[in-house]
Structures are given as C-alpha cells and as structure tokens.
C-alpha cells in the first residue's frame, strides 16, 4: 500500500480534526545505538481516527507525527500489570509484526482497548450495513427507478410534470482549512403513509461555495405526488469521486405545496445542531398547456410548420437574473412515438447562453419495440424460404446414384438453416426483457438476430432568447456484426464476400459461363412468375367489374391480360426446362405398393444420412404443421386441360407467393442472393459503393466441389447442427413432401414418364412435346376466357348468373393451367441446382448466409427505429419535397471500432450490413382503426418491403401515392478512438477503413449533389439564419479534405460527417462494440456541439455541460441497464489512449466489464 506522507502528517496533525480517540500511551520499541540494541519504551502522544492510528514524536499533543499503524484483521493480546505499574497489551498481525504499549491505569486500558476494537475497516462496514438495515426499518428509502419497478409505474414521456425544481446554493460553509465543499443535492420524498423515495440528485460541482446545479428535477403525478408530500434536500460534501465519499452539510424541508405556489424560496440549510451551514434557493415551476405552431427540429418559429402542436409551458423561468412572465415551452413527443418507445428515461438541465439567457434541454433515452418485433418478422420470411426450398429439392423426386446423395446433402443444409432460424425466433419470442438485449449478451447466440442495447437518445432544447426549439435525435446500437461466429475472425463478412466474389479466380472465370446460364432462366423464372399474379390479380378484378356492369373496363383490363399471358409464353422456353430435367431424370411418379415402397425407402435413406436429429422443438413443430397441410393440398383435377394423364404431381398446387420468390437461390446454385445482388445490380450502378474490390459482375462457383476461393471452416456447418439440437418435425416434414412427391397423393395417374438414367432420344421428344402442351394449354385456356367474358359484355340484358359461373370457371382452368407452368418451372430450377450446386460449397454458402442475415437483421432493425423517429421530428414539407424527388432519407452511420482483433471483424460485418440496407423499399402507411402503428416486414429475402406508420397529417400531405415508397441512402464512416486503434495505426491495419470511408464520402457526396437540386441554398440559409453553423458546402468540401488526411483517430471526419447529415436533414445513428462507453461519449459530445451551435450555449458552459451528461444523464444510466454498474468501462490507461473529447469525468468510468 501507498500513502501520501503529506495528507497523513496532515490528518493527525490538525487539531479540528474529532479523534475516535486520543491520550498518551507507552510504546516499547527497538532503539538502535552505535554500540548496542537494546528496547526501551517511549512515551508518545496517540490519536485514533478511524482505522489510523498516528504516534507524535513527544507525549503532548503538538509534537510532530512520526508513525501510524494501520488496523486491521488483528488480534489485541492482554498482559497483567508489570513491575513498573504500567498496564501492557500487545497488538499482533499473523505476519508476525507486533506492537507493545502500555497505559497508566486499568480504566485507561480498558478505553483503548475498546477504541482499538472498533477500529478496523471490516467492523465499521458492519456497523453501516447495521444502521441502513435499522433506519429503513423505521425510515424505508428506496431509488425512484426500484419504486417505480415495484409498483408498476411506466414513465410516459408525454405525461406533463407537477413541478420542474432549479436548486442553486450560496455560503455554504468551508472546511477548516478554507476549501470551499464540492456540493451535491439528493432529493428525497416522503409520502403520506410515511415512506421515503430518493427522488433526484444534483450533479456534483467541484470546490464551489455558491454553486448554481444545471440538472433539474421533475415531479410527476404517476409517481403518486400530491401537494402534501414532504419534499427534504440534503447538502452532501463530496469528499472523493470514485469511492462516491460524501458527507452530509445540512439539509432542509418543506411540502411540494408549497414549492409549487412560492416559485421561488431561498431557504436556510440546518445541520441536526440547528446551526446554519449555508443557504439555498429553490425555483419551481409549475406547467400549463399552451398552442402555438412551433417546428420541431432546429428551426426558428417563424419558418415553423402550420400544424398547431401542443407545446407545455412554464410559468416562469430561473434566469439569472430572473425575468418574470417568460414562458418556457415543455415539449409534446406525440402518441406515434409513444407507441413505438418504451422505458424511457428523462433528465433535464438548464444551461445559460451567452447573452444570459436559459436554454432548457431535456434528454430522453427509450427502448424501440422494434428491437424483437423486426428480427421476428424476418426469421419469419427466412424459415418460409427454406421451407419452400426445402421442399422444391424434394419435389423431383426419389433420384439414384449421386444424385440422390447431393439431393440428400442440400437437403440437409437447409435443415440446419432452418433449425438456425426456429431456434432463434423462439428465443426472440421468450426473451426476458421484451424490448432489449443488453450488451451482456451480445455474445448469446440465442439473440444474435436482435441488435445490442438499442436505444433513441433524444434531446429537445428551447432557448427563450432566440424563441428557438428543436428536436435531435441519434439512434445508438451495438455494432451489427455476429458476435456468436467465432471462426471467422480476420475481417468479418466483407473479406468473405469479397473473397466468393474474387473476380481473380481462375475457378471463378472458369464457371462465369454457367453462371450466365443460371443467371438469365432465373430473371425468365421471376418475370413469369410476376406476370401470372398480375394476370390472376387481373382476372379477379374483371369477375368484380362484370358485378358492376362496367363493360368499359371490363374491355380494357382483358386488353392487359392478353398482352401478359403472351409475354408469358415468350418467356415459356420448353427445351431448356427439358434439358435441365433429362440429365438428372424427370420425377417419378406411380400409384400403388411399389411407389409407397419408393418413398419409404427414400425415407429410410434420409434418416440414415441426416444424423442430426435428437430433440423434438416447439417451434419445428409449427413448422411441419404448416408444410404437411401445404403438400396436402389438391392437385388439379384430371377433367382440367392443362394436364395430361402422364403428368407427375410435382408440387402442391397452392403455393405460396414467398415459394415464388425464393426460386432465386435456388437457380443460382452457389451463388445465394441476399437482399438483391449484392454486387451486381443496376441499384449499385446509381450509387456508390462502400468497397471497390468487389463490384466485378458475379463469378459463380458451380459443378466443382473444391472450386472455392475461401475457406470457411468445416465447423461452421457443424455449428449450425450442433448450436440447435433439433427436431423430429423437421425430418417428418422432408420425409412428407418427398412422399407427396414420389406417391402423387390426390391424383390418378395411369402411365409415368422415362426413369432415371440414360433417356433415349425418342423418350426426350416426348418430354419436349409435353412441355409444349402446357403452354399450349395456357394460351388455349385464355382463349376460352377472352370468349366467355366477351359473350358476357355483349349481353344486353345484362350478365346472367349462368355465363358469370361459366366465366368463373374458365378463369379457374386458366389459372390452374397457368399455375402448372409455374410448377414445371420450380422442378427445372431444383434440378438445375442439383447440377450445378457442390454440396461442400453450398455448406460454406449457408454459413455465410446465416451470418450476413444475422448482421442484416440488426441493421434493419435499427434503421427502422431511426426512420420511425424521422417521420415524427422532420417538418413534413421537408418529408413530402425529399420523398416526392425519389431521394429519400440520408441515413447517416458512425462507428467507432478499431480495426485490431475481433473488431476488425465486426467492423467487417457492419460495412455488409450498412450496404444491404439500400436494398430494402420502405412504405408509408396511415395510423387508422384498419392499421397498425407498429412497423412489419414483408415480402422475401431478395425484395423486402418495411412499412412504416405516419400521422394522418403528414400522410394527407401526399398527393401522389407513389412517393410512399422510397429506398434510404446510407454512409457508414468508422475512426478507431481507443488504445486497439492506437495499435491499429502501428500495424497498418486501417487501409480497409480509409477505402470505405472515402466510396462512402462519393456517396454522400452524389447525395448532396441532389439535395442541392431540391433545397435551394437560400432555402437551407434562411432555415439557420440564427445557427452558428457551418454551410452545408463548405461543411461537405472539409469533409472531403478530412477524409483524404492520413492521420492518426481522424475524429474530425465523423465530426463533421454527423453535421453534414444533420444539416441535410438526415438520420444519425452512432456505434461501436456494445454501443455503451465509446458511444456514451460521443453521443454526449454530439449534443454539446449541437447546443454550441444551434443554440448559443456559452463557451465557458460547454465543459461543464459536456461533463455534466456524462456523469449524470441518460448515457450513465444506459451503463446500468447493461452491466448492473453506473461507470464507463474504461480503466485509466484506456482513457488516457482516447482523444480528449472522449474522455469521461472523473469518478464515472472504472468498471472491467463490458
């Protein structure tokens, strides 16, 4: 142990000081001569103060200090009276040190002895847990935040405060010594019943006398508040920070009552010895609603939206000095929001400008309910998928030789995929907390779909000089990156994209002209798939029509149908669907033993082979639910003519539109879609991309097991098996489909067509002129429509009910007809899969898939609470003029990782995940009674649709429809701040970071290009004339020279990035690994820069207001939520590597934990 020599000297020799005890005892020491060594005894002067005991150098009190013993797990050993009269006893520790001393009397002794056993640090904590435990059994004292938990109160931040308390204090009283104290307030509430709640807290404000606190109090009624509860401050003395030592000054009490009515009390602070120790001055305001149009973002109230808001005012504000009759404005976060955010948290603080006057802000921090409800959703659309994978695979029947043992393989890829998702979803479902993962469990694989301690951070100002108020928001999460993949560590989803899509592989050179192949029978697939739901989609509208007898449109919608049905048949291709199938063998199908007996030993294979199965799963068994009865649908009837008496049941009849959509992974073979081509699509030719290594057009990896340009580890499949125990369910469901496949249950076949093998020219014309037949069927059958509905036009006497049944039952062949093709083609994909797809390489390909779903469905999520936040802070002019000009909202996103070790990997997973999100169309929808408020997902995994609710407001403020769809443009710019950063920088690994953050300056930059075009500069100039900011082109023009800098922790580029976004009226969004510490800080340094700007905060203020959030606003709290402590996990050497902005205050970070 350490001690500062000069604070001890000083603490046993200052006379004010109370000692625990002290008088003069005979101390027996060693005295050391030139001669001899002899031990004597010394009379000294002792002081006791705590577990120190100090002795003087003489036996009166003013000699010096020589020694002190520190006391603690000793032991005190008694002696009887020795020769000299003195009373001896001996203090011993185990080491074997041991100190002698003696007292004059008995009595003397006694007292020592007594003293010296209270001393120790164990004893007194002991006494402390003692007292609490005594005083809350007469005076229980809780925190606000366990009193609401145990009574079931929810904070609504819509909900209007009682009150809002301003403490400030003057004379309080300096020690001996003339240090003034470093003064904090707690605020406790007794209730009527007698129950006492610590209400608030001040911050802490360092070595003042006459300190004016910043952070205000709110009371609310949900709190169970009436005018009579008995409101006490206490004065607490800041001894150290760290430790949070604190000794209570003085304290005073009065009702709520009455704070309310006074405004405005300077009262005495009394200590229990009715001596004044200081004075302070409480204002209070109480809150009334006021109407007035007001814009809420950064904006003054002249060039406010028309839309009246309802806005809380004050009474009177606390100015110093204070001017009366000012209305302060509260603000109104409206029911959008409130249905959306959860378990919100609110500080507020009033801070001065320059000109003297008050700048109110409130800062709030709620959890999105988006945080499980979108991972769901998408684990929703992820299971439906393999789902219909799995059973087009099966779908061509029982195959032989090697076939069969590739169809078996990629069969049981997608069951481990799906078990993947079940699991997860399940998990989601029954998770403890509904609306949050901590960043504890960021690890969890359980939870890896949901994002990691997502939060809206919230700041509403309003500066009574400037009649200005604002909304700003930034969305905070953890990294989106799967944390649970350990195996791949080097550089996270962009390495191993890039490293599949490596157009230097001669592999993948080679296979460029299959994948060509794959590539256009897939776009002929979701063509002809888009046009028989529009012709369906047609046709039901034609029966509504003919019901109105409105012959007109009946006309020109079969006008449309025609003009379908032959882009159907254009892109209707019978030789290449016969190509596809004749090389593996057409599916099989026979009635009878024999065909029960194929499909059982098929079965039988398959349980063999797909050894995963142990544990039956709940969520498995939704899923076999939902299978069987799909393959147990009726197939079309023999009297219909789209089908021949040879023709096999392939497929269910009714499948659903997702089983459409996913056929295009399937015909893709190696190369599994996600979100759009990730890498080559018209999209990523309009916009900038975030990496340049890997735009080349997609070299597919296809018919050669060891043709794979990286090497994803074997375990990462066995992971997927071993992760998520699986289920009975899952087998059955295989099992079913391919039963369903290989019996033809529900029809009546008399003949099959050519077995496996080796097909013979003659057989192969046969096929080919039975593929003819269902095109030629779908067009006869089109005929027969056109005919009917015709006849029924033409009709004067108005439709009969005999033609209308006949019109719907054309439809219903042609549809039946059209719905065969669609199969045919399913079952040419699958068998162009089997070809072309290695197994070992489709293994890779779904791990892969798993981790970029994972990452992107914590990106999504995240981005549709910002958009959320977006809809309800932006004036709607500004939303409607954005949308309407097909630019969308700016989504601007912040990392700070380090590219050293695992973070390089998330950063990796994060650049992926960022850029999968401009792939994803997002739709406005109006809040009615038919409409929820709570965003979904729909769609499939290639064309997602999100929709978003909006107030019916902003929604009527659209006249063209079309501009409620829009796609997001994201940057995403990360600078490393810790000391892995420093590292870094040392071993050249941020090369990578400097390439994307420069493809993402093209973006934003192309972006601003077109902003400009829409928002005028005079337009954005006279929305800031009171703004202290930069202009958006001057802003835009640093940027590109900050970018550009080599520089170690350029911190600059995401300062001045986050203020292009901002002024671009775009959305913030900030990370880093768990989105707690690093993220704490800049957050809070974000909203003083905006407060500088924006709002005239003082200069002198913006430390204080800096230190002020970090120690006592939301983002402290946030570190609680997570790890149970309220410290920023830094230690002091982390925080010395960071940059000074980043620093937090002393006595707030300490915490290992992360």
């Given at each position: ?246 000794v209570p000054m003085g304290f005073t009490s009065l009702t709520l009552s ?244 490596d157009i230097n592989s001669t592999k993948a050179a080679l296979n460029s ?20 739901e529009d012709v369906v989609t047609d046709m039901d509208r034609i029966v ?611």
């Open positions: 142990m350490r001690y500062n020599k000069q604070e001890l000297a000083a603490l046993a020799s200052h006379t004010s000081q109370s000692f625990d005890r002290e008088g003069i005892l005979v101390l027996k020491e060693k005295q050391d001569s030139f001669f001899r060594r002899s031990e004597g005894s010394t009379v000294r002067w002792f002081r006791l103060k705590g577990n120190l005991l100090f002795y003087m150098k003489g036996p009166e009190p003013w000699y010096e200090p020589v020694g002190v013993i520190i006391l603690g797990q000793h032991q005190v050993k008694v002696q009887g009276q020795d020769e000299n009269g003195h009373w001896p006893f001996q203090i011993v520790w185990e080491n074997g040190i041991c100190y002698r001393m003696a007292t004059f009397n008995e009595s003397e002794r006694t007292l020592w002895l007594k003293a010296i056993q209270m001393a120790p640090y164990d004893v007194m904590l002991s006494q402390i847990v003692t007292l609490k435990e005594k005083l809350n059994r007469i005076r229980p004292i809780v925190d606000i935040t366990t009193y609401r938990l145990q009574k079931g109160i929810v904070a609504d931040m819509n909900e209007v405060p009682l009150c809002e308390l301003a403490i400030s204090c003057d004379n309080l009283l300096c020690d001996a010594h003339g240090k003034p104290p470093s003064p904090l307030i707690v605020l406790y509430v007794r209730y009527h019943k007698g129950f006492c709640v610590k209400y608030g807290t001040t911050e802490i404000v360092e070595t003042c006398s006459n300190p004016s606190f910043s952070k205000t109090i709110l009371f609310r009624a949900s709190d169970g508040l009436t005018g009579d509860a008995l409101v006490r401050l206490v004065v607490y003395d800041v001894k150290e920070r760290v430790s949070e030592t604190a009455t704070i309310q009515e006074a405004q405005r009390l300077r009262v005495a602070l009394m200590t229990r010895d009715n001596k004044t120790v200081g004075f302070v001055t409480m204002n209070g305001w109480s809150l009334e609603p006021s109407y007035i149009g007001t814009s809420p973002i950064h904006t003054n109230d002249r060039n406010s939206i028309d839309i009246p808001q309802k806005v809380l005012c004050h009474r009177r504000s606390q100015s110093l000095p204070p001017r009366l009759g000012l209305k302060l404005k509260f603000p109104s976060y409206g029911n959008l929001l409130k249905q959306n955010f959860v378990n919100s948290h609110q500080v507020t603080y009033r801070f001065h400008s320059g000109l003297g006057g008050d700048i109110t802000v409130h800062e709030i921090m709620a959890e999105p309910k988006v945080c499980y409800q979108i991972p769901i959703q998408l684990l929703d659309i992820y299971i439906e998928r393999e789902k219909e994978l799995l059973e087009e695979l099966l779908s061509v029947g029982e195959l032989s030789g090697h076939w069969q043992s590739r169809q078996l393989d990629l069969a049981s890829t997608h069951i481990s995929l799906l078990k993947n998702y079940c699991h997860s979803k399940r998990c989601l479902q029954e998770a403890d907390h509904a609306h949050f993962k901590a960043s504890s469990k960021k690890d969890d694989p359980s939870l890896e779909f949901a994002p990691t301690n997502l939060h809206l951070q919230r700041m509403w100002v309003h500066n009574d000089t400037l009649n200005k108020t604002g909304f700003h928001d930034v969305v905070t999460a953890g990294a989106f990156a799967a944390h649970s993949h350990k195996a791949e560590r080097t550089g996270g989803l962009i390495r191993l994209v890039q490293q599949v899509k002209a299959t994948a060509n192949k794959i590539q256009t029978e897939y776009d002929n697939v979701i063509a002809l798939r888009k046009l028989r509504v029509l003919l019901q109105a007898k409105q012959n007109a449109d009946v006309i020109n919608t079969l006008e449309g149908i025609k003009a379908k049905v032959k882009s159907m048949l254009r892109l209707w291709e019978p030789s290449v669907f016969e190509e596809s199938l004749a090389i593996i063998g057409w599916p099989t199908s026979s009635c009878g033993e024999e065909s029960e007996k194929l499909a059982m030993s098929a079965i039988l294979r398959l349980t063999e082979q797909l050894s995963m199965f142990e544990q039956p799963s709940s969520d498995c068994d939704t899923f076999d639910a939902s299978s069987s009865s799909s393959s147990k649908e009726t197939s079309p009837t023999g009297d219909s003519p789209s089908l021949s008496s040879s023709v096999p049941n392939i497929c269910p009849n009714n499948c659903p539109k997702s089983t459409r959509d996913s056929i295009k992974d399937i015909v893709e073979g190696s190369e599994l879609q996600f979100h759009n081509d990730y890498f080559n699509s018209d999209e990523r030719n309009r916009l900038n991309h975030s990496f340049r290594s890997v735009r080349s057009p997609v070299k597919s990896k296809l018919n050669d097991s060891h043709s794979l340009s990286f090497d994803a580890n074997k375990t990462r499949h066995g992971s997927l098996r071993n992760d998520f125990k699986s289920s009975a369910s899952l087998e059955q469901v295989s099992y079913r489909c391919l039963m369903d496949s290989l019996s033809g249950k529900k029809t009546s076949k008399k003949e099959t067509l050519s077995s496996i093998g080796n097909v013979d020219s003659t057989t192969r014309a046969n096929n080919l002129a039975y593929l003819k037949t269902i095109g030629a069927n779908v067009e006869l059958n089109l005929i027969t429509v056109v005919d009917a509905v015709t006849r029924a036009v033409e009709t004067d006497n108005g439709v009969s009910e005999e033609q209308f049944d006949g019109v719907k039952t054309v439809m219903w062949q042609f549809k039946q007809s059209a719905e065969v093709l669609v199969r045919w083609v399913r079952v040419s994909h699958a068998a162009l899969r089997l070809r072309c797809e290695a197994s070992a390489w489709a293994r890779e390909n779904a791990a892969l898939q798993a981790r970029r779903d994972t990452c992107f469905s914590q990106a999504l999520s995240t981005a549709t609470a910002g958009l959320l936040c977006w809809f309800c802070s932006v004036p709607g002019d500004v939303v409607v003029k954005l949308l309407s000009s097909d630019l969308g909202p700016l989504c601007g996103f912040e990392g700070l990782l380090s590219l050293y070790s695992s973070e390089k990997a998330m950063w990796g997973d994060m650049v992926v995940a960022v850029e999968d999100l401009q792939t994803v169309v997002f739709t406005l929808t109006k809040v009615g009674h038919s409409n929820s408020s709570v965003p979904h997902v729909s769609g499939s995994r290639g064309a997602l649709t999100v929709y978003i609710p909006i107030s019916d407001s902003l929604y009527s403020k659209f006249t063209n429809k079309e501009h409620l769809s829009f796609t997001i443009t994201a940057v995403f710019f990360n600078i490393g701040v810790n000391e892995k950063a420093t590292l870094a920088e040392a071993l050249g690994e941020t090369t990578p970071q400097y390439h994307s953050n420069s493809d993402n300056l093209d973006r934003l930059n192309k972006y601003y290009h077109k902003y400009n075009k829409i928002f005028l500069a005079d337009y954005v100039a006279a929305s800031r004339g009171s703004s202290r900011t930069k202009p958006l082109e001057e802003v835009m023009e640093n940027l590109r020279i900050a970018v550009h800098k080599k520089v170690p922790k350029n911190i600059e580029v995401l300062h001045l990035a986050a203020l292009a976004t901002r002024l671009m009226n775009g959305i913030r969004f900030t990370s880093c690994k768990s989105a707690k510490d690093r993220t704490g800080m800049s957050v809070t340094l974000e909203q003083c820069a905006v407060l500088g700007s924006e709002y005239h905060l003082a200069e002198h203020e913006m430390r204080k207001a800096l230190g002020i959030m970090r120690s006592e606003g939301c983002r402290r709290e946030n570190t609680y939520k997570n790890i149970g402590v309220r410290k920023y996990a830094f230690t002091k050497k982390q925080v010395m590597a960071l940059p000074e902005e980043y620093r937090p205050p002393a006595g707030t970070y300490g915490s290992s934990q992360t």
